[in-house]
Every structure is written in structure tokens, then in C-alpha cells.
């Protein structure tokens, strides 16, 4: 059962224009979710978080949306540039723990 | 250290033998994570430690799986008679336990092992 999805595996974009990764959850529990991006032989690095009691959190040029009714959200990379190549995961956690539950990842390649 | 540290970095062991896999998570972080990528995989959830509460063992795949948490600090994840399908990145993460919840889970670099 996967409680947190990433349904686009991969995502090329041109340099300069806006990316757009999405995620989607099942358990209405969740109240936390948060953005790591992953190079090759390196863990996951944090990117941007954001509670339930928001739906917009901006940091820079990443900005990740949430659609509680939708269970539903996604990060915005504007303006993309060839260094955000990486895998990007999202994660949710909630239902009294801080236990994190990890989407599939999905690859996105910046193209100059 | 500053960061979470996991060792070894990498890991060949013959199928059927033991391995140890070990994590020093950030000073003063009371949460501890393991998680697995298998190739083309996303990340697995496997145990999560919280200060001296029992263990959230819900994702080890079986029973060949185990882990513990010495003292609230250092994690060792134990695999035994390893399987070819165990090869994979373990990663192990830490967080603090903050309210309202802000804090995120910092990764190591992982142990990548292979099982021949």
C-alpha cells in the first residue's frame, strides 16, 4: 500500500522555465510533508517543508503547494537551472508520529 | 560529527553471511531512521527509533531484519543470511523532535551493499 505517490518517474525541462513535481497522498492523517532532493551516491538533502495549516510555503526559488482536499501537493522550481538535476522525493508524516513515509522519486533533468 | 554518519560506505558479502550495517546519528536528535533503496526503487521505509519509546518496526521485509539503538545514540542494522535481493543503499536518518512539528529527518550517505 503506497501511501505516498509520485507518479511521473522523470521530468526534463529547459533551463530557465518553471518544473513541476507532484505527489500525492492517501492517509488523511498526514500533517506534515516536506521536498528532498537526491544526487547520485548521496543521501537525500532537505529541500522545503510544509504543515497542514498552510498551503503555500516558499523558500527562494522553490515554492511547494498543498491541496488538503485533494491530498495533493507539488513543488514549483521557477527559474529551473541545470544544477537541480537530482531525483526528488516527497515525504509525509503525521497520525501522532514522526515516522516518514516516502514517495518513488522522480527525476528531473534540467536542460540548458 | 556534524552530519549522520554510516559505515561502511560500501559492503560485498557473500550470500547467506551476516551483515552490520552501522549509524551515528546528529548529536541531540532523539529520532533515528533506516531506509533501503534498491535499484531504480524509491525509499523504503524499514525502523524508526524515538528516544527510549519501542521501536516502529513495521517496514523490516523479515525477520532476518533487525536493528537496535544503543543508549539513544548509534544504530546498528543487523541483515543474516543475506539474500541476493537484500543489495541495496541503506540509508539512516535523524531529526529532532520538535513541537510544533518543523524538524526535518537529516540522511547519512549510506551503505551500499551486495550481496554475490
Known amino acids: 500500500d503506497q501511501q505516498v505517490k509520485q507518479n511521473s518517474p522523470s521530468l526534463s525541462v529547459q533551463e530557465g522555465r518553471i518544473s513541476i513535481l507532484n505527489c500525492d497522498y492517501t492517509?488523511?492523517?498526514?500533517?506534515?510533508f516536506l521536498w528532498y532532493k537526491k544526487y547520485p551516491a548521496e543521501g537525500p538533502t532537505f529541500l522545503i517543508s510544509?504543515?497542514?495549516?498552510?498551503d503555500k510555503n516558499e523558500d527562494g526559488r522553490f515554492t511547494v503547494f498543498l491541496n488538503k482536499s485533494a491530498k495533493h501537493l507539488s513543488l514549483h522550481i521557477v527559474p529551473s537551472q541545470p544544477g537541480d538535476s537530482a531525483v526528488y522525493f516527497c515525504a509525509a508524516s503525521g497520525s501522532g508520529t514522526y515516522k516518514y513515509i516516502f514517495g518513488t522519486g522522480t527525476r528531473l533533468k534540467v536542460l540548458a | 560529527g556534524a552530519g549522520v554518519s554510516q559505515s561502511p560506505s560500501n559492503k560485498v558479502t557473500e550470500k547467506g553471511k551476516d551483515v552490520e550495517l552501522r549509524c551515528d546519528p546528529i548529536?541531540?536528535?532523539?529520532?533515528l531512521y533506516w531506509y533501503r533503496q534498491s535499484l531504480g526503487q524509491g525509499l523504503e521505509f524499514l525502523i524508526y527509533f524515538q528516544g527510549n519509546s519501542a521501536p516502529d518496526k513495521s517496514g523490516l521485509p523479515s525477520d532476518r531484519f533487525s536493528a537496535e539503538r544503543t543508549g539513544g545514540s548509534v544504530s546498528t542494522l543487523t541483515i543474516q543470511r543475506t539474500q541476493q535481493e537484500d543489495s541495496a543503499v541503506y540509508l539512516c536518518a535523524s531529526s529532532l523532535r520538535q513541537y510544533p512539528r518543523s524538524a526535518e529527518a537529516f540522511f547519512g550517505q549510506g551503505t551500499r551493499l551486495t550481496v554475490v
Open positions: 492517509n488523511s492523517m498526514f500533517d506534515y
Open positions: 510544509i504543515s497542514s495549516i498552510k
Open positions: 548529536s541531540g536528535h532523539t529520532a
